[in-house]
């Protein structure tokens, strides 16, 4: 049987890691080249693998600025999800840290608007998941009234301050249909202010592709870990489309004629999903071994 040989991969481009968090992964590891302490604040990226490897690099995680008033010398790496103003501005002025920025430009840029708005007297409000770290640190760079609106029980509730002007924003990951449904409600309720759709496309446009690619293949493969929400939502689309869809860890999860007969194979994974696990399972899909 030679079916490795006639075997096609169709690979996800935006497969795994998004742009912001690539590029914070990045940085704490070209940092750890340099010697030196390195910490990041809270663990870089919810994968084990990535923060075992960088553990076993000698990086360190701290989780509040004041647990960093005990450094010497050490750098500090902030993730991609950002921080709140008060953090940055301890962690900058604390003369023992270099501090390294690795938050997401997309998140940067709602940090600002929330400032600026926030300074001019506008309420803010965003939309996202109460205690997500991300809307914690967006919350944080509010200089006045700010509240999360995380259900359409919330955005019915919400009542804005006689004659203040409103603010709306977004976590970056918040599910699209959602956002809109809860600005129409606030709409609806005469809210009408200045609504700023910051949810990235990364999400979309990985979902999207998945979709894209499921449907014409014998065999779709989603690479994440149980745990990861945005995986069993790839899962979930693919599936939709092709019914050999499997959701596996790493290679080791596909059983011995898992993928047997099928001619063309698509690869996918989730935003949690380190480049080299995806580079692995495509190697071993490829050339066929016990599969
Ligand atoms: Fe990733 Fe930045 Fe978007 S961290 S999901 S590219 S906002």
């Known amino acids: 049987m030679h079916h490795s040989q006639t075997r096609k991969i169709i690979m996800a481009e935006k497969a795994g890691f998004c742009f912001g968090v690539q590029r914070a992964v990045d940085k704490v590891y070209a940092e ?11 663990p870089i990226i919810h994968n084990e693998t990535v923060i075992s490897d960088l553990a076993a690099r000698g990086v360190r995680i701290i989780h509040s600025a004041d647990e960093a008033e005990a450094l010497h010398g050490a750098t500090v790496v902030l993730r991609s999800h950002g921080v709140t103003r008060e953090v940055f501005r301890k962690l900058s002025e604390n003369k023992e840290v270099r501090l390294i920025d690795a938050t997401c430009p997309f998140v940067r840029r709602i940090h600002e608007i929330v400032e600026e708005r926030s300074r001019a007297g506008d309420y803010i409000v965003i939309i996202g998941n109460v205690g997500h770290a991300e809307v914690e640190g967006t919350l944080g760079w509010s200089e006045g009234p700010a509240s999360v609106i995380e259900t359409a029980e919330e955005a019915r509730a919400f009542r804005l301050p006689d004659g203040m002007p409103l603010t709306v ?13 809860f600005i129409a409600i606030l709409k609806e309720k005469g809210y009408n202010g200045f609504i700023v759709n910051t949810i990235c496309s990364a999400t979309s446009e990985r979902q999207a592709e998945a979709r894209r690619i499921s449907r014409q293949v014998d065999a779709m493969i989603v690479i994440g870990s149980s745990t990861s929400s945005n995986s069993a939502k790839l899962f979930e689309i693919c599936r939709r489309e092709c019914d050999r869809t499997f959701f596996i860890q790493s290679y080791e999860d596909l059983g011995p004629g898992d993928l047997a007969g099928a001619g063309t194979i698509g690869i996918t994974a989730g935003a949690s999903t380190p480049r ?10 490829g050339n066929g071994t016990n599969f």
Not at 32 to 42: A, D, L, N
């Open 32 to 42: 750890t080249e340099k010697g030196g302490q390195v910490y990041t604040f809270g």
């Open 169 to 181: 924003v977004a976590q970056t990951t918040f599910n699209a249909r959602k956002f809109e449904e």
């Open 276 to 285: 080299n696990i995806i580079e692995e399972v495509m190697e071993h899909v």
